[in-house]
């Protein structure tokens, strides 16, 4: 009896136009305010807002979701002269929060990746001049890549600045920013190996490839590894700025076509996360909206505005009702 029920709902779902996966869970949103210390979550039509946490002013930045084991992670920058920035964890309605990485573990952390493959966290640690990754429980804090060259810290030159992270475990690389200065022009995405080269260090490492530069200021950046496509958010002034990009993965360093802006007019973009299955992409800008679109930048969507001072988002499918 249990199992033609079972069989029957199957069908219907079936019938309806929907996978029984689909009619199992439902999107949702998880991003931060930076100006109030918040940790809010919505649908992905931008109804259903709520405030699941509140811990005042950290500067939350950089947020992923584990759905499968019911967590959040972020970082909170901290103060930008104090090597005081922290990476904490909470179950996805705010509860239980737990320091992951404690103050001084990292300097300013900015956006996060989550690995399952290899159970990393990688980040980029802005005024520390770094990209960072740690076990899920903090542990074996390690320095992938170090930009200061020599300069004590908290790094006073923007170009050094990391800020975006992203990582394509099956091809063993990790994809970085650099901010530089306001409006520059000293903006740069590069790329280097996971595993670090034999004899080699984070500062003096020969791996690391320049994928673009000169661009406006770059910051959140993601990667469809699927149609090798890698997508960011870059600030600074129209035309190119407060724009969201995208760029070929696995371009010949000769052959390299400036990137595609698909998405503009944004009020100081910073995050972006991408939904790979349904083809689209959500995005955050310090002005305090949230917005879609397809991955190929069409049906724009404004679907939350005047929420604070947004920054990072997450995806995650989860269980409907949840």
């Not at 074996?140 to 394509?168: N, Y």
Request: include cysteine.
């Amino acid at each position: 009896m249990a199992t033609g029920t079972r069989a029957s709902k199957q069908a219907k779902a079936l019938s309806a136009g929907m996978s029984t996966r689909d009619s199992a869970v439902s999107g949702r949103l998880f991003f931060l305010d930076l100006g109030a210390g918040r940790v809010l979550s919505a649908n992905v039509d931008g109804s259903d807002l709520k405030v699941i946490l509140q811990e005042g002013r950290r500067l939350p930045d950089g947020l992923v979701v584990d759905a499968a084991a019911g967590h959040l992670y972020w970082t909170n920058m901290g103060s930008f002269k104090a090597n005081d920035g922290a990476i904490l964890r909470c179950d996805l309605d705010g509860t239980r929060v737990t320091t992951i990485v404690p103050p001084g573990g990292t300097f300013t952390p900015k956006q996060l990746q989550l690995v399952k493959a290899n159970r990393k966290l990688y980040w980029s640690d802005r005024e520390g001049m770094r990209v960072m990754r740690a076990n899920f429980d903090g542990s074996e804090i390690e320095t992938l890549v170090d930009t200061s060259q020599g300069e004590a810290r908290p790094g006073a030159q923007a170009w050094k600045w990391c800020v975006g992270i992203a990582v394509d475990p099956a091809d063993g690389k990790f994809y970085w920013t650099q901010k530089g200065n306001d409006n520059a022009g000293e903006g740069r995405i590069c790329r280097a190996d996971i595993d670090m080269p034999p004899g080699q260090t984070a500062s003096n490492r020969t791996d690391i490839e320049v994928l673009h530069k000169d661009l406006p200021e770059p910051i959140d950046l993601e990667l469809d590894t699927h149609n090798r496509m890698m997508y960011w958010t870059d600030r600074g002034d129209p035309p190119r700025g407060n724009t969201v990009n995208r760029a070929p993965m696995d371009a010949p360093a000769g052959a390299r076509k400036a990137p595609e802006i698909l998405f503009s007019h944004l009020m100081e973009a910073i995050g972006i996360v991408l939904d790979h299955e349904h083809g689209r992409m959500f995005i955050t800008d310090f002005g305090g909206s949230v917005y879609s679109a397809n991955l190929d930048g069409s049906d724009q969507k404004t679907l939350l505005f005047a929420q604070g001072n947004l920054t990072g988002i997450a995806y995650a499918e989860l269980p409907v009702g949840h």
